[in-house]
């Protein structure tokens, strides 16, 4: 039997948003009234709006690790005015997870007519692909409802994604599973981030109330010069880190998320055969070899990790868990 090949189908405008809202959700519609959209975010900005938005950032890499766990990840599309500062941010995200990006200019208003273009899109892969077994659609819109039931009509299996609270559940009893992205394993819980701090006026300054004309461009410059050395204070730097290190960590928070998945979608056995997850992780990303690691086999990479995971049998047997905490 061939391997199950996945379409991820990504409106992201509509993900973008709800993630905002659900994590701003003290004001009433705090996207639009926020102006969200025109802003990048930025955890260092001074800007309150751009630090929102780095507080509530989605995290792609989430939701294709997880596409994944279905079957080979045979094409992604995310959908969005990329023009868009707020989507734009994001740009090199999808670019590095090979997600295409279709480029959606607002017809009228806002609206860019992502979920009439996703489907029809969805409906000529499925024709021109037959051997495509799985289709995920990533947002909550109750207009994808018509998409998910003629998915399923032509035997595929529709995995649904949406952000609790802003997805219509309609969708959720059309798809034949449904996961939130709150839920997803990797994604983290929202919090506040460090924001730049500012620093205040000297006594000097703040008490001087005539000044000459250069005397205030000398004072105006002197507080300048010292916000940009509050901001250099500020930002934390970090030493270089090894290569042969990074890898190292990279390939341990590779195999944490793919037993993180496997435990998210499996039944109540924790244990996993080590085939299976380096199936996984290979899936997540095409480059993971543990040879490339100095490991000559994939049970010696695992036993590398032993304050993260655990073991039990060996060679083809071998079944791993991560360790209870």
Request: glycine share 8%; charged share 25%.
């Amino acid at each position: 039997m061939a391997d199950p090949r996945v379409a991820v189908y990504i409106d992201f405008d509509n993900v973008v948003i709800s993630r905002y809202d659900q994590v701003h959700a003290g004001r009433r519609d705090p996207w639009r009234a926020d102006g969200a959209r025109d802003h990048a975010p930025d955890e260092t900005s001074s800007n309150p709006v751009a630090v929102r938005l780095a507080e509530a950032m989605v995290d792609i890499g989430a939701v294709l690790d997880y596409a994944s766990s279905f079957g080979t990840v045979a094409l992604a599309r995310a959908y969005a005015d990329w023009s868009v500062p707020a989507n734009a941010a994001y740009r090199r995200q999808l670019v590095d997870r090979a997600v295409d990006l279709t480029q959606l200019f607002p017809v009228s208003g806002t609206k860019n007519g992502a979920d009439i273009r996703l489907s029809i899109d969805a409906m000529e892969d499925l024709v021109h692909h037959e051997d495509l077994t799985h289709v995920v659609i990533v947002g909550g819109d109750s207009d994808y409802i018509a998409l998910a039931q003629r998915t399923k009509q032509w035997g595929r299996f529709v995995v649904g994604i949406g952000v609790t609270g802003s997805t219509s559940r309609a969708l959720v009893a059309a798809c034949d599973e449904f996961s939130s992205y709150d839920a997803l394993p990797g994604v983290r819980e929202p919090g506040p981030v460090a924001t730049r701090a500012v620093e205040p006026d000297p006594p000097a300054e703040q008490a001087s109330t005539k000044q000459t004309a250069p005397a205030k461009k000398a004072a105006s410059a002197k507080k300048t010069s010292a916000r940009k050395t509050a901001r250099k204070a500020t930002s934390p730097t970090k030493a270089p880190e090894d290569p042969e290190v990074a890898r190292q960590r990279e390939a341990t928070e590779l195999l944490v998320r793919a037993l993180q998945i496997a435990a998210d979608r499996g039944d109540d056995d924790e244990w996993f055969f080590g085939g299976g997850v380096k199936s996984q992780m290979q899936r997540m990303d095409p480059g993971f070899k543990e040879k490339s690691l100095g490991f000559k086999t994939f049970s010696a990479f695992i036993a590398s990790c032993p304050d993260l995971v655990e073991t039990r049998g060996d060679g083809g047997d071998l079944q791993v868990r991560l360790v209870s905490r």
